[in-house]
Structure formats: C-alpha cells, structure tokens
C-alpha cells in the first residue's frame, strides 16, 4: 500500500508540473517605461569665449598667438584665471586700449583688480581700481582701460585680482607685457 500511494503522489506531482499549452497567450505585462537621457545642451567654455586671445605664459612657458594669458607673478593662491587682447601695437605716447578678461574658478564677492602702470607707463583708470559684480565659477567677465606708454622697450603692467570667498580675500598678481614701439 505504501508503493501505492507513492506512486499516485509521483503521478499527481507529474500532471501538476505539466506545462500544456492552452492556446491562450499569456498575460501582458506592463513595461516599466524608461526614458533615454536627454543631453543637457551646455554654451561655449570659458576658455571658449576668449579663444581669439593670445596667452601670456607664466615662468617656463612660451608666448602663443590669440588671446594673452597674463603671467603669474609669485605664489597665487586666488583661483582665477586673467587674460588679455591688445587691439592695436603699442606704440610710444599713443594711447593702448586694453581689454581683460576675469575668469573665475569659484564664486566670488566682491571682487576687484588693482592696475598698476610699470616704469614707463600712464594707466587711464582713476583710482586704479576696477570693481567686479558677484563672480560666478566658470563664467568671463570682461573690463576695458587705457594706458600710456611713456618710453619704448618692453613694459610690464602690472595687475593685482582680489576674490572675496568664504570670509577670506585671496588676490593674485598678474603681468602683461607691452613691448613697445617708437
């Protein structure tokens, strides 16, 4: 009797586990919907925006055509970047206009840039101070000024950017060198 009802428990366990198909599709199943990312469409870099001019190099790097970089004096711990275009030659008594371009690599404010005329040269700003709106990282803010130059040779402009950020002032100094012609 127990090899009976085995057997019947193997036979019932058999039909049960039967897969037959009954013709009827199976249910449908919802499908999560997942969209595709959408590529956030970003504007032009920083380094994008002042692409036509040409970059000053600091200690160890060699001048190249665009737009100017202005080089590093010292240790700087202020993180931005400076750069400039010069539209004309400068030329001995001719007034040079001189356009910068601030870009910062934190936000900041306020924010200011000290010019200061080198032996030789007349800035056109006074006080010799250029105040900046709130500073956002990533961003290009651009300042125009004039200068004179007073003897020919190569003159250093010198120019002192200052971030305020988190209760602290950072500054940086910057040169740009005019060579100057007759």
């Known amino acids: 009797m127990k090899t009976a009802t085995v057997l019947m428990l193997c036979a019932a366990a058999a039909v049960g ?73 400068p030329m001995l008594g001719q007034e040079l206009e001189v356009s910068i371009a601030v870009l910062p ?5 306020p924010a200011g840039i000290q010019v200061m005329g080198g032996e030789g040269l007349t800035v056109g700003l006074s006080p010799n101070q ?8 990533g961003q290009v803010y651009r300042e125009t000024f004039k200068v004179t130059p007073t003897v020919d040779g190569v003159l250093l402009l010198g120019l002192t950017v ?6 602290t002032t950072d500054s940086r100094e910057f040169s740009i060198p005019l060579i100057v012609e007759r």
């Open 17 to 89: 586990a039967c897969h037959k198909d009954s013709g009827e599709p199976p249910p449908d199943v919802p499908k999560p919907h997942v969209a595709a990312p959408v590529a956030v469409k970003k504007g032009p870099s920083a380094e994008e925006l002042t692409a036509g001019m040409v970059e000053a190099a600091s200690q160890g790097k060699s001048l190249t055509a665009g737009m100017v970089e202005a080089a590093s004096q010292g240790k700087s711990l202020a993180p931005v970047k400076l750069k400039f275009d010069l539209p004309q030659r």
């Open 105 to 109: 690599q934190i936000d900041a404010s």
């Open 130 to 137: 250029i105040d900046l709106p709130p500073l956002e990282a």
């Open 162 to 167: 200052s971030l305020k950020h988190d209760e």
